[in-house]
């Protein structure tokens, strides 16, 4: 089986010139988010004039969306960080990168002497993500000083993709992409593509994207919200907020009963028994009455799977960010294997990497184990390395974490228990803050990397190009040098490193010597290509001979799906069909990226999505001062009251500093036993009218 796309054959994409410089014009990619949209940038000199789409990227095909074109202001904002800050006497000053290094050096050694290289962490998050270079060599030099101590955004965004991935194929980046060339019928679920252009896997160009599915196929939106992509689906069920993991127990019950492909399970699936049982008691009343859908709507969905014969599914936060995340991801994936959808043509691939090759690796199968969390919060669970967020706060209060690095990330917005989280943020000795642009850690950083931007860096999509929509990668040159004495994120790692003699770098490298392209030679050299081809063609494509069945023969255990693993068993016996109140639920916007502030003019606003009916039950008219509570805390806001929304369910954003959705979220109430995930979707919530006065 061949994967050909339609325009990746497109004459031209792979023989184009490499690095299209036509006159000030420079052809790169946004790395915002991982759509990482083809752009071309225009230059005057040092000037960012002009950022638009390029119209021969292979997948973007000329689409961006605003905050992509907002890069060239983003890169002459006057609140960018120009120069490393140091903290003295209260005060952040400009200094040299080499007085602030000599500073660190001192503070972390006497840290390390006096506690243990434990009590010195990194919290590496989504900006960091889109830096191969600064995170590896950040990652790196944090391995070589001994420290367990490694936190990342992936504990608050999806740890259940990963933990299920891993129990049930035994290998946690296993990722499930549409087969866009021949789709059939696909399910989004919690996931809204058109604004947040995707959750692990990337919807670049997204309205197109949606179109054509239901133009090829059928796109059936799960989601409380009419959101932008359900505005544009097949069809929209908007079941009650957290109910996801019902509908899919019965619509896998069923299908064990008509509809699943019984020969393939009998060679393929491990445990399909105990996966019938855990499904039994999800019949059609029970479900739709939990869910609040309609029972024919349920049937419609149940007969279109036994129409289509196969399923494409794809989750984002407002399942993964839910108390049943786990079970919801795992009926998904039974959904799909029950159905055979899986590694096959019509249901979905497994994206075999280009920068990772991963179809030829040798995998030895993991169970989806994990160890015991840090000693403030043991019951937590370490995986992959990584203690989750929800740990954080008690380890700094209980003094074990002395010094944090935070690379491109921010706690403040993006933590639970956002006054807790100010308050841990001021309790560390040191706090180096990684970033391009003053935000609420500012105020609490002791250190500060002021780091290059994407427009000033050379980068290469290591970990992200997997989920793109064709098996490729792409260049990224530096299109204007670092502006005043920004450096780039990896160059402090290393040259603290030389100074405790650690090789960051690898090879004979230094901080002074190195240049990105250096670095990037060790991951391009690495992949299915060579970095000197990636450079000069800026755009690869690579052809797969086989983009189905790879991940049967080399990845699951005997060629089987273990298709109920014992710990989502035990978790699904525990749920209860109770329906629940009022519940707070997340979703993006266009115009801003969690909290990055970029200057698209127009800004979003943090209103609280309300329904007219819950609305008049608590007196509230729109644009009126509200405050919603939760058992954690409480947070005032403005309604804007919706139709848009279902009932039983309110939306707030995340990312905003004054109506900071973290002030209701918790590190204990609802984290979830098997991930450590915070329970940011489906959360109890009440909300009450302030007065006009403001209480
Ligand atoms: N413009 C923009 N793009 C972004 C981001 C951003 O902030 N702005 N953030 C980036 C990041 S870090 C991430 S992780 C991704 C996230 O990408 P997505 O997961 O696509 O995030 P959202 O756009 O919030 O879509 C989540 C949807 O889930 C729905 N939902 C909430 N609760 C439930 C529920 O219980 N059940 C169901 N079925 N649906 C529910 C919400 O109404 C919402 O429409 O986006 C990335 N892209
Ligand atoms: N209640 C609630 N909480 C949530 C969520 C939710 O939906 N609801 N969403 C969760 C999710 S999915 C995520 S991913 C997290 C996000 O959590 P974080 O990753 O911690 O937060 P961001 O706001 O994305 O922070 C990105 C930072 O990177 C900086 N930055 C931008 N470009 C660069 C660069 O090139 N280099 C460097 N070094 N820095 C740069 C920005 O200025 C910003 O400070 O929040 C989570 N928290
Ligand atoms: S969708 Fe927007 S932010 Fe994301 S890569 Fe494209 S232009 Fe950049
Ligand atoms: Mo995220």
Redesign the pocket.
């Known amino acids: 089986m061949t994967f050909a796309r339609r325009n990746s054959d497109d004459p031209g994409i792979e023989e184009q010139d490499p690095l299209r410089v036509v006159g000030d014009t420079v052809a790169t990619h946004c790395r915002i988010c991982e759509a990482l949209c083809g752009i071309l940038v225009e230059t005057d000199g040092d000037q960012v004039v002009a950022v638009r789409g390029d119209p021969s990227d292979p997948v973007s095909a000329g689409y961006t969306c605003p905050k992509g074109r907002s890069l060239g202001l983003l890169h002459h904002d006057p609140r960018r960080y120009d120069a490393p800050l140091l903290r003295r006497n209260d005060d952040l000053t400009p200094v040299s990168w080499e007085a602030l290094i000599g500073d660190l050096d001192g503070a972390l050694r006497a840290i390390i002497d006096d506690h243990g290289p434990d009590a010195v962490g990194i919290y590496s998050?989504?900006?960091?993500a889109?830096?191969a270079n600064?995170k590896r060599a950040a990652e790196r030099w944090h391995r070589l000083i001994g420290s367990k101590s490694k936190y990342s955004?992936g504990s608050?965004?999806t740890p259940c993709k990963p933990m299920v991935a891993e129990m049930m194929t035994g290998f946690a980046g296993s990722v499930p992409a549409i087969d866009r060339e021949n789709p059939g019928l696909v399910l989004l679920v919690g996931i809204n593509p058109v604004v947040s252009h995707g959750h692990l896997n990337a919807f670049p160009n997204p309205v197109v994207a949606i179109r054509d599915l239901t133009e090829l196929g059928e796109v059936w939106v799960l989601d409380p919200r009419t959101s932008e992509t359900a505005q544009l689906a097949t069809r929209h069920i908007a079941p009650r907020a957290g109910t996801d993991w019902a509908v899919f127990a019965y619509l896998v019950r069923e299908l064990l009963i008509e509809g699943a492909d019984h020969p393939y399970l009998a060679e393929h699936a491990d445990g399909l028994s105990r996966l019938a049982e855990a499904v039994a008691p999800y019949d059609l009343t029970t479900v739709g009455t939990f869910a609040d859908v309609a029972p024919a709507d349920l049937v419609d969905l149940l007969e279109a799977i036994r129409r289509h014969g196969r399923v494409a599914v794809q989750t984002g936060?407002g399942v993964t960010?839910s108390a049943a995340a786990n079970l919801t991801e795992w009926l998904t994936w039974a959904l799909q294997i029950v159905t055979h959808s899986f590694d096959v043509p019509g249901g979905s691939w497994f994206h075999p990497g280009f920068l990772r090759s991963l179809d030829e690796r040798r995998f030895s199968p993991g169970v989806g184990g994990a160890e015991p969390g840090p000693d403030s919060r043991p019951e937590l669970p370490r995986r992959l390395g990584e203690y989750p967020v929800s740990a954080m706060l008690d380890e700094i209060e209980s003094g074990n974490l002395k010094a944090l690095f935070v690379?491109?990330?921010?706690?403040i917005?993006?933590f639970p228990e956002a006054d807790r989280t100010r308050k841990a943020m001021e309790q560390l000795d040191v706090l180096v803050v990684?970033?391009?642009?003053t935000?609420q850690?500012t105020r609490y950083a002791s250190h500060v990397f002021a780091?290059t931007?994407?427009l000033e860096r050379s980068d290469l999509p290591h970990f992200i190009d997997q989920f793109l929509p064709i098996v490729m990668t792409k260049h990224a040159r530096a299109v204007v040098a670092p502006k005043a004495d920004r450096k780039p994120?990896w160059w402090p790692f290393a040259a603290l490193g030389e100074r405790w003699g650690l090789n960051v770098l690898g090879d004979d490298l230094t901080a002074d010597s190195a240049t990105d392209d250096d670095l990037l030679r060790k991951i391009g050299d690495r992949s299915r290509s060579d970095y000197e081809t990636i450079k000069n063609q800026r755009v690869v494509i690579h052809t797969p001979s086989q983009i189905f069945g790879w991940l049967h023969a080399q990845v699951l255990p005997e060629g089987k799906w273990r298709i109920a693993p014992e710990p989502l068993v035990e978790q699904l016996a525990e749920m209860s069909t109770d329906p629940t109140g009022l519940v707070l639920i997340?979703h993006r916007q266009m115009r801003h990226?969690?909290?990055?502030f970029i200057p698209t003019g127009r800004t979003d606003s943090a209103g609280i999505l309300i329904h007219p009916q819950d609305a008049s039950t608590s007196g509230i008219e729109h644009g009126d001062a509200v405050l919603v509570r939760s058992a954690s805390g409480a947070v005032e806001g403005r309604a804007s009251i919706t139709e848009s929304i279902r009932p039983g369910a309110i939306s707030l954003p995340?990312?905003f500093s004054e109506t900071n959705?973290?002030a209701l979220?918790s590190t204990t109430v609802g984290v979830d036993a098997l991930t450590g995930m915070v329970l940011?979707s489906g959360l109890p919530v009440s909300v009450e009218r302030l007065g006009d006065d403001g209480d």
């Open positions: 998050a989504t900006a960091a889109f830096d600064g955004s608050i965004d936060t960010m690379l491109g990330g921010n706690p917005t993006a990684a970033d391009i642009f935000n850690m780091c931007d994407q994120m997340p990226l969690n909290s990055v995340h990312g959705v973290g979220t940011q």
